[in-house]
């Protein structure tokens, strides 16, 4: 009797901490993304290992300079894209919605990249496509690997009870401190060494479009911008300079993507390498402004991409963009 109510207990604590911890997308200019505060000690690096995103990228996005760090309780958005969240198949961890006001699943599709209604209604255990005011139903699943570290990293922390003493203003500090902030900052420099050394050992392979082997490397995204050009055609056709953003997209779908300043995010893009000709179809994740290793850059794009176009240097090179 007494291990059954044990079990219960540790159900029904189990069951809580699930609660606490599930995972809610928001919609913003940039697409779907979720939303992270900060704990101690965490930093774009730490947090980028958990949602399986380039740091450089992370910080991007967020507008913020990665050499300043972070505070405690600052919220980040964290993109779904490609390299984190999937909404082909259940494989990870559920990502809800909390449906509007007037919402049906239609409508639910259309803000979350137009996912199948069918998958919806098979995820969520629904019969047609009426959904309640406020009611969370599945839109996708984020990498399982990255959730068992946030799951960790949320669970409330059990404490013992202090004396009460005077309330004082509450002051935000850097997560960091400055012995903690340079060994995290030699660590990184050391990680970016050694994989620019293993790049230039075995250079990333070459990625063929398998969608249409008829044109081979252009791209998922190259029907998305022959639709786009009928909408508003090419008024951009410029001449600039190019690093890479690695991300695990791009090797297996020909999903590429590239950051660019002034651009809306969403946009297609083609770019060109003058030394080949060859040319890939890349989505527009966000800027790259207010970052210093963007110096010198007019755009970054991911390492598939490149890879695609076959550019054989790592830090900068020149390429031909039309949008």
Request: glycine share 6%; hydrophobic share 35%; proline share 4%.
């Amino acid at each position: 009797m007494k291990q059954l109510i044990f079990s219960l207990f540790l159900f029904t604590a189990f069951a809580a901490t699930a609660q606490d911890n599930e995972l809610i997308a928001k919609s913003g200019d940039k697409g779907i993304y979720l939303e992270h505060k900060v704990s101690a000690k965490q930093s774009f690096y730490s947090i980028g290992r958990l949602y399986h995103l380039n740091p450089k990228f992370l910080a991007s996005y967020n507008k913020l300079d990665i050499s300043k760090g972070l505070q405690i309780d600052q919220k980040l958005r964290i993109p779904l894209i490609d390299s984190n969240f999937t909404q082909d198949r259940m494989n990870g961890t559920s990502v809800f919605y909390k449906v509007n006001d007037g919402e049906d699943l239609v409508a639910v599709s259309k803000k979350h990249n137009n996912v199948s209604v069918e998958k919806l209604r098979s995820w969520n255990s629904l019969t047609g496509n009426a959904v309640k005011k406020d009611k969370k139903i599945i839109i996708g699943f984020l990498s399982n690997e990255g959730i068992k570290s946030i799951a960790i990293t949320n669970q409330p922390v059990t404490t013992k009870p202090v004396a009460k003493t005077e309330e004082k203003p509450v002051t935000t500090d850097p997560v960091l401190t400055k012995d903690e902030k340079k060994q995290e900052e030699k660590e990184a420099e050391a990680e970016e060494k050694a994989e620019k050394k293993q790049e230039k050992k075995d250079p990333p392979p070459v990625i063929k479009e398998t969608r249409k082997p008829e044109v081979p490397g252009k791209g998922y995204f190259q029907s998305h911008f022959e639709q786009q050009i009928k909408k508003s055609p090419v008024s951009k056709d410029a001449t600039v300079t190019s690093g890479i953003f690695k991300t695990t997209s791009g090797w297996q779908d020909a999903k590429y993507y590239l950051l660019i300043d002034a651009v809306q995010p969403g946009t297609i893009v083609k770019i060109i390498n003058p030394t080949n000709n060859k040319a890939v179809y890349a989505k527009v994740l966000g800027e790259m402004s207010g970052i210093r290793q963007n110096d010198g850059l007019n755009i970054r794009i991911s390492n598939a991409g490149a890879a695609a176009l076959e550019i054989t240097e790592q830090d900068k090179f020149i390429v031909k963009v039309n949008y």
